[in-house]
């Protein structure tokens, strides 16, 4: 029998479609449209990843794979793309649920323990953008990603580093190797608005880095490698807020300036052979500091001999002691075994081999 009223899965199909428009038509998505296509072009570019040396580590090999879907992405997942990164970083919002309050009280006590080695007002929460997710302490979102990337800015802080770069009135180049979904580039872009922020990754995740940081940044004037001849990439690099390029072609780009070239958690994925060619490259562009955070190499990795090693030979690595666990850890692990955890090395470059 008909009753005139319109059926609900008619009804609930005209809500889904809504959504869907509005997230279509958010800045957030149209961005991630722009970075797809050049992650495409870059794509189509590195198709001698193989035959050049920049085939991936057996590790990374099997990480990309699952990304595809990424590269035909719904609005809604482009809407809640933190909720993706756990491709990257292991992290769910559930693991953040309110009803794990014990846990809770375990962040609260490792940030307060990061804000005692803070002399330079360096704490930024996650943020709401995108699905960001956390333990809510004092109003703000708190995950292990933003205690890592609390603890690398207080790192470079103590290091006698961060303060050129907050200071300057002169445009600073800074240049990460492996950024991830781009949290750490979001934190210190936030500090140190004068600076351009170059990422080196696989293109594939620059459908993470890249969309976060325009939606971050709606204004920010970007640049992706092929957008230009390749000789012209760093050219007016001071207009550019951020430069996208792929791993493929970081050997031969060699800007004017670089000063801070850095790596979380990544060198410790690599061969030798790729670690000591962003290492070697940073020395001949005559970069003053490498920062790294990476175990010496991980257990599963056995195709890098020692991280540390490989910068020692380049730039003299100086420690910077933070708190007894590594970032994954919360205070009530214990230490860590000397030869197990993550290292905040700050090296400086020789003046000569």
Aim: net charge negative; charged share 25%; hydrophobic share 40%.
């Amino acid at each position: 029998m008909t009753t005139g009223a319109e059926p609900k899965a008619d009804l609930a199909e005209k809500e889904l479609q809504r959504r869907l428009q509005v997230a279509r038509d958010a800045h957030a998505y149209q961005a991630y449209l722009r970075v797809r296509r050049h992650v495409i072009a870059q794509l189509a570019l590195g198709h001698n990843r193989r035959s050049s040396g920049h085939v991936p580590s057996d590790y990374w090999s099997g990480e990309l794979s699952r990304f595809d879907y990424m590269l035909d992405a719904s609005p809604l997942v482009i809407a809640q793309l933190r909720h993706h990164t756990h491709n990257l970083t292991g992290l769910l919002p559930q693991h953040y649920r309110v009803s794990l309050d014990t846990k809770r009280q375990q962040f609260a006590e490792k940030l307060e323990a990061l804000r005692d080695l803070d002399q330079a007002d360096l704490w930024l929460p996650e943020a709401p953008l995108l699905g960001g997710f956390g333990f809510e302490i004092d109003g703000e979102l708190v995950n292990i990603d933003t205690l890592k990337f609390y603890e690398v800015l207080v790192a470079l802080h103590s290091g006698a580093v961060l303060a050129e770069f907050r200071d300057s009135t002169e445009r600073r180049l800074v240049w990460e190797i492996g950024a991830g979904w781009g949290g750490f580039a979001y934190q210190l872009k936030t500090l140190c608005p004068n600076v351009t922020y170059v990422i080196t990754d696989f293109p594939e995740l620059f459908l993470f880095s890249a969309t976060y940081l325009l939606a971050a940044f709606p204004e920010a004037r970007v640049r992706f490698y092929g957008e230009v001849p390749a000789g012209e990439t760093f050219d007016n690099w001071q207009e550019f807020d951020f430069v996208f390029l792929p791993d493929t072609f970081h050997a031969e780009s060699k800007p004017e300036q670089v000063d801070l070239m850095l790596n979380m958690v990544s060198f410790q994925e690599m061969t030798t052979q790729q670690v000591h060619a962003y290492v070697r490259h940073a020395y001949e562009l005559e970069c003053p500091y490498l920062y790294s955070l990476n175990r010496d190499r991980s257990h599963h990795n056995r195709e890098l001999s020692n991280v540390r090693s490989i910068i020692g030979e380049y730039y003299w690595p100086h420690e910077v002691k933070m708190l007894p666990v590594s970032y994954p850890k919360m205070l009530d692990a214990g230490a860590d075994l000397p030869k197990s955890g993550y290292k905040h090395v700050v090296g400086w470059r020789r003046v000569r081999l």
